[in-house]
């Protein structure tokens, strides 16, 4: 096995942990992964269309992806520094607003799927 595998393999295996550790330990994407079983089960009972599981896929991954990295640049900061600081809450205050947007789009998308079903 070459190298360059090798180092994907490992790499793959350094994400796959850091995706257990934020489902381990963040309350915000537990809260996030349960929203997305949830909806995955109305997909099934309503029978979603192939282009229906793409936007729901898409949000998913969207809104888990924004908070993976705003856990990330939340870390961090505090990492950096752990007292208050004005500066590092503008940071996390704007990484938290990339959140924000992933939630609307993917709130937006939920009803665009769900509402006519109802």
Known sequence: MSSFVRGRLRAVGYAAKGAFLLLKNEAS?????????????????????????????????????????????????????????????????VAAGGVFFAAIVAFVLGCLIYYPKF
């Open 29 to 93: 994407i537990q809260v996030q992964a349960t929203i997305a079983v949830l909806v995955t089960i109305a997909g099934c009972y309503f029978d979603l269309s192939t282009t229906e599981w793409i936007m729901q896929i898409f949000a998913i991954g969207l809104v888990m992806t924004a908070e993976g990295l705003n856990t990330a640049i939340e870390e961090i900061a505090n990492f950096v520094h752990p007292d208050f600081h004005k500066k590092i809450g503008y940071i996390k205050d």
